[in-house]
Every structure is written in C-alpha cells, then in structure tokens.
C-alpha cells in the first residue's frame, strides 16, 4: 500500500477525478444519444400532427427569434408612455442603484478589513457604522427590484393574454381551432402555462442581461484605472469566444423546450378528457384502459424530460467549466500582472497594508466583474429555452390571424377519392357565398362537405320561407349535423349560394344543452347578460312565464331564486336541461331555430306544447328527431340517405313517415 501512495499526489488525484468526470459524462452522452434514437424510433408512431409541426418549428437564437420577440414586445408594450414603461425603468434604475451599492459594499468591506488588519479601532468603528447606516438603503434597493420585476411579470401576462383571448373568442374562431384546424393541439396550454413562462422568461431575460452588462461596464471604468485596460480588455474577449461557443452548443434546448410543452399539453389533454367523459367511462368500466392512455402519455412526456435533465445535466458540466472556473483562472491571471510585474511603478513604494489593500479592492471587482461574464454566458442557456416559448406563442398568433381571416390547415381525405369525384367537386374552403336575408333560408347548389373534405351531398338545393317547420331525418353520418354547421357558418362553405338570416337571427339548441357558469336568470337568458336583458326592456317576470311554458315554474322556487348560484350541469337532470333550452329560445325569440334531438327527454304532451308555442310566436323550426309525434308539426321534411342522396318534400296526408 506504501508503495502506492505516493502516487497519490494532490496533481495525480485531480487528473484522476477529471478522467472519472470525462468518462461519466461520456457514458452519459452515450446514454443520451441511444435513447434519442430510440425516441426517434418510437416517435414514427406518434401524432403525425406533432411530426409535421416539428419539421416547421425552429427554434433558436436568431434572426426569426429577434423578429418574433420584437412582435410579442409590441403587443406587451402598446406604447411609449403605459405602464409597463414605468416598471422597466424602474427596474433600470434599481439595477444601476444596487450596481453602485456593490461598488460601495465593495470599497467599504474592504476598508473594514483594511482597519482590522491594521488594528485601527477608530476606522473599524466608523466603517462598521456607515455599513449599519447604509443596510435598510441596500434593502430597499433590492426589495423595489423584485417588486418592480414581479409586477412586470404580471403587466405582461395581462396583456400578452387579454391579446390572445381577443382574437380566439372572436367570432367562432376557438371552434375553428379545434375542429377545423390541426395545426394547434392544446391551445389552453398555451393560453395558460406556456404564456406565464414566457412572460416570466422575458422579464427575468431583461433583468439577468441588464444588470451584469451594467455591472461590466461599471467595473470595466473602476479597474482601468487600477489595473489597466489590458486586464477588462482579456475578460471581454473572453467573453465573446465563450459566449458565442456555448450558443452554438446550447442550439437544441429550444426545440427541447418546445416538445416539453407538446407532451405536457397532451398529458393535461387526457387528463381533462377522463374528467369530462367520467360517466360514460364509469359505464364501461373504461378505467384499465384510461390508465393505459394516461400512462402511456405520461411516460412519453418522461421520457423527454429525462433527455432533457440528461442534456441539461452535460451543458452544465461545459457551462461551469467555461463561465465560472475558467472566468475564475483569466480573472487571476488579469488582477495577478500588476502585483507580480515588480517593475510596475504602482506598487514600488506600496506598504504589504496598501498591496493587501489594493489587491482586495481590485480582485474582488474582477470577480464580480467575472461573475457578471459568467451571467452573460449563462443567460445565453435562458435566451435559448425563450426561443421555444417564443416559437409557440408566435405559432399560435399565427394561426389565430388565419382563422380569423377564413384560413385553415387540415389533412383533406378528398385525395383518397376517385378522380371523377375530384374533377366534379374541385374543395376550395370559403368558395362559396353567404347573403344574408331576413325570413328564408336557400341552399342554392351548395355542396355538403366536411372540413377535412368528404364530401356528404355533392349539391345540396332547397328553399324555407318563415313560418314553414322543416323535420330532417336520415341515417347516422348522412350530413344531418354538417348541415346545421354549415347554416351556422361554423363550416366553411364549399361553394354556392346559402341565404340565411343574420347569426343573431339563428339559435341552435342542441340534445346536450350547455349551462353556463353562473345564476339561475343567467341560464334562461345566455349568452345575454344582465345589462343586456333590461336593455330588451324584458322583465322576470317575463323570464318566470317563459319556464312556466316549458313547466319549469317551480325550479324558481326549489333553486331559491333569480339570483341562485349552482352548477347548473349537476343541478339540473337531462330533462330540465332541455327544457331549460327550450325557455333560452323563447326568451331570444329568433326567426329560425335548429333543433337536434332537443327534446329527446322531454314527454311528447310537453313536447307537443313547446312546438306549438314556437310556432304561435313566430319562430321556424329545423327539428333532426326520429319521433313519428313530430311530423304533424311541420311542413316539409328533408330526408339523407347517407349515400349523397337526398329529397325535399312537402309532408301530406300521403307522406310516410320515419321514425318510431
């Protein structure tokens, strides 16, 4: 064992725990790469939505990253003079005021330690005091900085968000998103976690880059007279050799960053979907495979962040080498020149208090001066990862601007059909017009197409006049919902001619009616709100005699009033809630109304009731029911096979009727 140790030298034991190092890190590179190729593997038989976004998305430190990052700062900063202004500035000023009490802890510190080394009790007391003295300055300085970074954080969620909202709850456009759209997966994903972390990272981007160049440059002017410009000089070439090789080593952090926030919103996705659909899961006894779905996205979304732990985890290991210990070692090599070149007139005539002195002051600026270099170099790691954010929120305003300007992306399964049916239809997305026009509704050679683009009635003519029910029956799948989507212009209008009236003029009640957050009067008169009902100059007891027609009346009374809050989904069973409906429609009093399945709970002599005060208040009814009591409500039925047939037809005393 002796004849070992002395090979166990201070020098053989570093470069023995360096080979380790490298040989560990190694290993780990290894690790990282064959599960990159595994998850490249496996990722041929994920969401080809996601494939297809990850050969558009880029995202790194560069020219499109400046261009889009300036966009989103002019919608987060409206203005020259706002209030978001006011906090960068104040966040500027604080940084140059704590910059300063560095310099002044720095300089006091080390005249304090000056004093003791002496055995100056006088200046040990009085700068002992003046460090006592300044201490609830240096406090409010710091504490102004993090309330001002804070409430900056917040100004620009508020306004990137509010943005954001505005333009996806303008018109249909959230609908669009998600049906006719497959560009974004979970835009509440994006409208929620990732535009928090992207405020927070440009906020603390501002404050981690501000301060550190303030910093080098304050430092840089006190060291020149101290040392020279030689010594700043090397640091600052230092920093731009390390600076620009760590970027190109950091390039995969932002499209990491960007797959991270994917699998997180696909994981929030099936999550949110167990609790929507519980019941009908429950009734199925669908838990083991629901867990199967969620622990197989869990896993996905695992395995990536253990990549990126693992790709982290090694630019870590290159960034603390790099921008701490040897920003440490050129810091030495610059504050040391002075003090060893013995030719050097500063410190000829110096007593060993005055060197200690001099090289406490100068070395600790160089340090923090170094430490500020480090920051720099780091923050590069920051800019990175915000490159990702970035390339999301740019992404979704993108897609919101062309929704809202009638454009959309989607997979069109047209290409599978035959080549007459492609040379008969050519699918071109909002080809064809909409007039809008009080009391009819005219298909006039309107094609029934999906968005995707199959193509359920190739040309689709017909004509209602107010005051003339249309019952539409068929087959599951014929198009009897696409119609209605198509009259809703929540489709895009493949070509022809549809008059109809005004959106405000046409009120759609589904089977499953949606109850809004809210009071009891809320549910009657949505999307209306309370301000909007007294304008109409309609009163509650106006709204009591509405759920009095659907025999409602006594919920009022069981709820406790207008003004009850509940959840209403809950509250309400299946056959209130298509009565409730019921009221909301004779409370708007549209032209015309769609009725799909609306009234599958309700008995046929309420049933009954409710069409005939539809029709003795003037409101013209689309109903889809399989009901045979309903055809004596209406006067034409329009019948889909399901094959791209249809027929229009006035019903008679000779009509079949469908149903049961």
């Not at 409206?78 to 910059?99: D, N």
């Not at 190739?458 to 009259?487: H, M, T, W, Y």
């Not at 009163?539 to 959840?567: A, C, F, H, P, T």
Request: hydrophobic share 40%; glycine share 6%.
């Amino acid at each position: 064992m002796a004849a070992y140790s002395k090979y166990l030298t201070v020098r053989h034991s570093a470069i023995a725990g360096a080979s380790a190092a490298a040989c560990a890190l190694l290993c780990l590179l290894n690790k990282r790469r064959a599960a990159a190729q595994h998850g490249t593997r496996s990722g041929k038989q994920a969401l080809q939505n996601n494939e297809k976004e990850g050969k558009k998305e880029r995202a790194m430190v560069d020219r499109v990253f400046i261009k889009r990052i300036c966009r989103i700062l002019k919608i987060m900063v409206p203005r020259t003079f706002c209030k978001e202004t006011g906090y960068l500035l104040l966040i500027a000023v604080m940084l140059v005021v704590r910059t300063y009490c560095d310099i002044w802890m720095i300089q006091n510190g080390t005249v304090i330690e000056s004093a003791i080394i002496g055995r100056s009790r006088k200046d040990f007391k009085k700068y002992l005091f003046n460090f006592i003295a300044a201490m609830p300055a240096i406090s409010l300085v710091n504490n102004f900085l993090k309330y001002g970074l804070n409430e900056l954080k917040l100004c620009f969620r508020v306004r990137l968000t509010r943005y954001l909202y505005e333009e996806y709850l303008k018109a249909y456009t959230y609908y669009k998103m998600g049906n006719l759209d497959n560009r974004i997966a979970n835009p509440d994903q994006l409208l929620t976690q990732d535009v928090e972390k992207f405020c927070n990272s440009v906020v603390d981007l501002y404050s981690n880059l501000s301060k550190p160049f303030l910093d080098i440059v304050l430092y840089i002017f006190k060291l020149t007279s101290a040392i020279g410009a030689q010594g700043p000089a090397s640091m600052m070439a230092y920093l731009i050799i390390s600076g620009f090789f760590l970027t190109r080593l950091r390039r995969p952090i932002g499209k990491m960053t960007i797959t991270e926030q994917k699998y997180e919103g696909e994981y929030r996705y099936v999550n949110s979907r167990l609790i929507t659909n519980s019941e009908e899961i429950a009734f199925y006894n669908g838990n083991l495979r629901e867990k199967q779905t969620i622990y197989k996205t869990f896993r996905k979304l695992v395995e990536h962040l253990h990549n990126f732990i693992l790709f982290r985890f090694s630019m870590g290991f290159i960034d603390t080498i790099i921008a701490k210990y040897l920003a440490t070692v050129v810091g030495y090599l610059v504050v040391s020149r002075p003090f060893l070149n013995l030719a050097d007139p500063r410190h000829q005539n110096s007593t060993h208090a005055e060197l200690l002195e001099d090289y406490y002051q100068s070395g600790r600026m160089l340090l923090r001066m170094s430490q500020a270099l480090g920051r720099i170099v780091l923050a590069g790691r920051e800019m990175t990862r915000l490159a990702g954010f970035t390339a999301r929120i740019t992404e979704l305003m993108q897609v919101l601007k062309d929704l809202n300007s009638g454009k959309y992306q989607r997979t069109m399964v047209s290409q599978e059909k035959d080549a007459d049916q492609k040379q008969a239809l050519p699918l071109i997305p909002g080809s064809g017009e909409i007039i809008n026009t009080d009391n009819l509704i005219k298909f006039d050679h309107v094609p029934l197409v999906t968005p995707n683009g199959d193509v359920l009635i190739q040309d689709l003519n017909f004509e209602v006049r107010s005051g003339a029910n249309v019952l539409i029956c068929g087959p599951n799948g014929c198009g009897k919902s696409s119609l209605f989507r198509v009259l809703g212009e929540l489709w895009p209008l493949f070509g022809g001619r549809l008059t109809k009236p005004v959106r405000g003029k046409l009120f759609y009640v589904p089977q499953r009616p949606y109850m809004t957050l809210g009071t009891l009067r809320d549910q009657v008169i949505y999307p209306d709100t309370l301000e909007d009902q007294r304008k109409k100059g309609i009163s509650d007891q106006v709204l009591k005699e509405y759920l009095d027609n659907v025999q409602l009346g006594q919920i009022l009374e069981r709820e406790g009033g207008w003004d009850s809050v509940q959840d209403w989904m809950d509250v309400l069973s299946g056959g209130e809630k298509q009565r409730m409906a019921m009221a909301r429609l004779f409370y708007h009093k549209p032209q015309f109304a769609i009725l799909d399945e609306c009234t599958s709970a309700v008995s046929v002599d309420v049933e009954g009731y409710i069409y005939s005060h539809c029709r003795k208040v003037g409101i013209t009814l689309f109903t889809v029911s399989h009901r045979k009591s309903l055809w004596k409500h209406h006067d034409f039925y329009l019948h889909m096979d399901g094959r791209g047939n249809y027929e229009f037809k006035k019903i008679t005393e000779d009509t079949v009727e469908f149903g049961s």
